[in-house]
């Protein structure tokens, strides 16, 4: 439930200022030329197959297996994605994906599949009081063998925990927007508020973040925009804290910071719900500047798209530590 909201590219907010990395680019002047820059090029990279999904927390993505036309989760391993889950017979690109190091799980509106060995287990709302062919909503996973997920009996629904075994149901009086499980808690996003249980059950209480405007599932944690910050807040196993503006979260003490530069001398607008920077105008090239935000701004990795255009957008994703994913309408790149 958590990516289909906001599709997949839902990790960041980017504010993309011509302050956010050194550049020699006046703002909003237009220059002749790209900057000269000293940082290595995005390395480009070949993906395996279509892509119908990515999980926000392992950078794993489900592709289509060209050979065949059915799926597979791959992960990032140093130079190239590897299959690490059986053949799944999906074409759905409206799909959520788990993964983990020995096992995944993919869930579409009806159903939710998790390996099992070399095969895939499928479930579906009937397994949770439902009815087969009602929506059956993947909440989260702790592991490869524990999710939540939720069937809707109009007005109310159902939390449904899958214990490695079977699934269990537990009524809940309010209804899910979002959700996700950080450390030993399971988070729930309603009603513009977010609440928290232990994971083994328990009461639910409001986490203090005022109205919350955005909820998206980060390497680590849960990033939210709220009312009460300026910035967003990163809600991670061991607490809670304020993030830098334009920040990425990536794993363990990662943080990636983005920006795109045009000929026209002005930053790219961005989607403020997700990774995506849109560049609306024609430009004679666009320059795509990426960063590490570890106490101070360090330049990594740039590409420079040459060639007059309407537009172009670029999206970023967090593969793995110390590995980011960028995707343009001149290709698929990752840092060097």
Request: glycine share 10%.
């Amino acid at each position: 439930m958590a990516d289909r909201r906001l599709e997949t590219r839902v990790l960041l907010a980017l504010p993309l200022t011509c302050m956010a990395l050194e550049t020699t680019a006046g703002c909003g002047r237009p220059v002749s030329d790209p900057p000269t820059r000293t940082s290595p090029e995005l390395v480009a990279a070949m993906l395996p197959g279509g892509y119908l999904g990515h999980d926000p927390r392992s950078g794993a993505m489900l592709l289509t297996d060209e050979s065949t036309g059915m799926a597979r989760v791959y992960a990032w391993r140093g130079a190239a994605f590897e299959a690490t889950s059986p053949r799944l017979d999906t074409r759905d690109t409206d799909t959520t994906v788990r993964a983990f190091s020995d096992g995944a799980w993919v869930a579409h509106y009806e159903s939710i599949s998790r390996v099992v060995g070399d095969t895939w287990e499928t479930h579906g709302a009937e397994v949770c009081g439902g009815t087969e062919g009602e929506p059956f909503v993947f909440i989260d996973a702790a592991s490869a063998s524990e999710a939540w997920a939720f069937v809707t009996f109009a007005p109310t629904m159902e939390l449904c925990h899958f214990d490695g075994v079977s699934w269990t149901r537990e009524p809940i009086d309010f209804l899910f927007t979002q959700g996700a499980v950080v450390g030993d808690r399971l988070l729930a996003f309603h009603d513009d508020i977010v609440s928290e249980r232990p994971i083994e059950g328990g009461a639910w209480t409001e986490i203090p973040l005022g109205v919350v405007l955005d909820f998206r599932l980060v390497p680590e944690g849960v990033v939210v925009v709220s009312s009460l910050s300026p910035t967003e807040t990163l809600i991670r196993a061991s607490g809670s804290g304020d993030l830098l503006d334009g920040t990425l979260v990536g794993f363990g003490a990662d943080r990636w910071s983005a920006e795109a530069l045009t000929s026209s001398g002005e930053d790219c607008p961005v989607i403020r719900v997700g990774m995506l920077s849109d560049c609306t105008y024609t430009y004679d090239w666009l320059q795509i500047v990426i960063g590490r935000s570890d106490g101070s701004q360090r330049e990594v990795a740039h590409r420079t798209i040459l060639g007059e255009g309407a537009g172009s957008d670029a999206s970023f994703f967090v593969l793995g530590p110390d590995v980011l994913r960028v995707q343009t309408n001149d290709g698929f790149f990752v840092t060097p």
